[in-house]
């Protein structure tokens, strides 16, 4: 026994699809992939894509994923079916290009696909023959260097990369990140590490003309609205007078810290030590964080107009 199934999208304004419905037969436990083709462009915000489905009579529009492990009985988790989509006004180099080194629990490399970049993924072990010159940066995920032995291996690799005019990135990483050779210049780290976890906390502009927080996107406060969870985790608690410091932040009745992201020139290049939490921010949809991130990437553009002049921060060791 069959039935007709019609599927129904309802899209924001500025979407159309190539049909707002599709039909499908089924039958008693059979399920089926249906697609939808999309385009336009949406305002920046977020904005939300619903569909439901209508058979004989009835309509369904509540969806489920699955939860299933060894050591629970299998559950669905019940949800709306409705795709929340986070539309950001950001801009970027045209034919800028990442190659990404995973962290641990790290989801940024789809979120930059998703904003268009071309991202290259290399793993630890590929680094000692990969040819990083092409790339306009190099980005590390965060704590990479703590789950990756090759990653410290090749760690020289990177160095160089920068050294030779590239702009290399890296994301937090535990106590390991103050051990010497891994960062270009030394850092501290507290036990416990320094951290902002609430992610509401002022944030302080320490430069206001670093192009990080000026090309190719303007940073506002608003831009540091609506994170997620924390701000910044494992910040240096000292750092070498090489690193330029730009934002100030600190937990309710902590002192301030300067470490959420670190610049130092490194030969012809750039290195940036960031401690912002962009892996949780970035999935999340915020867009002050992707315009933020964007202007961390972009270290290699604004190199043209713009030299880096370090000046001792308040914490130096």
């Keep these: 026994d069959r039935r007709d199934v019609d599927v129904t999208i309802k899209l924001p304004p500025g979407l159309k699809a190539d049909s707002a419905t599709r039909r499908v037969s089924l039958a008693s436990g059979e399920s089926a992939d249906l697609y939808f083709h999309l385009r336009g462009s949406l305002s920046p915000g977020r904005h939300a894509i619903s569909a439901w489905a209508t058979s004989d009579g009835r309509v369904f529009n509540t969806g489920f994923v699955s939860v299933d492990y060894p050591h629970i ?10 795709l929340d989509v986070q539309a950001v006004n950001v801009t970027y180099a045209a034919g800028m290009t990442i190659a990404y080194i995973r962290g641990v629990g790290d989801n940024v490399e ?15 072990d590929a680094l000692a023959d ?19 032995p090759a990653l410290r291996a090749n760690n020289d690799k990177l160095l160089q990369y920068a050294r030779n005019g590239g702009t290399l990135v890296e994301q937090y990483g535990q106590y390991g990140m103050a051990q010497p050779g891994i960062l270009p210049y030394p850092i501290t ?6 951290r902002v976890t609430e992610e509401d906390a002022k944030v302080t502009i320490l430069d206001p003309v670093s192009p990080i927080l000026n090309t190719p996107n303007k940073i506002g406060p608003d831009d540091f609205d609506d994170w997620v969870q924390e701000r910044s985790l494992y910040m240096p608690h000292t750092f070498d007078t090489h690193y330029h410091a730009i934002l100030s932040m600190h937990d309710t009745g902590e002192p301030p810290n300067e470490a959420g992201i670190l610049i130092a020139p490194l030969g012809k290049g750039t290195f940036e030590y960031v401690t912002l939490s962009f892996f949780r921010q970035l999935p999340a949809g915020n867009p002050g964080a992707a315009r933020l991130f964007m202007n961390v990437l972009s270290a290699r553009q604004n190199a043209a107009t713009h030299v880096l002049n370090p000046v001792p921060p308040s914490n130096d060791p």
Excluded: C, I, N, W
């Excluded at 789809?110 to 630890?124: E, K, N, Y």
């Excluded at 780290?189 to 320094?194: F, H, I, Q, V």
């Design 130 to 148: 990969a040819d990083l010159s092409k790339y306009s940066a190099v980005v590390v995920g965060p704590r990479a260097f703590d789950a990756e």
């Design 189 to 194: 780290l507290g036990r416990p590490a320094d």
């Design 73 to 82: 009985r299998a559950q669905r988790y019940y949800r709306p079916a409705t």
């Design 110 to 124: 789809p979120m930059l696909r998703q904003l268009g970049l071309g991202v290259t993924p290399v793993t630890p």
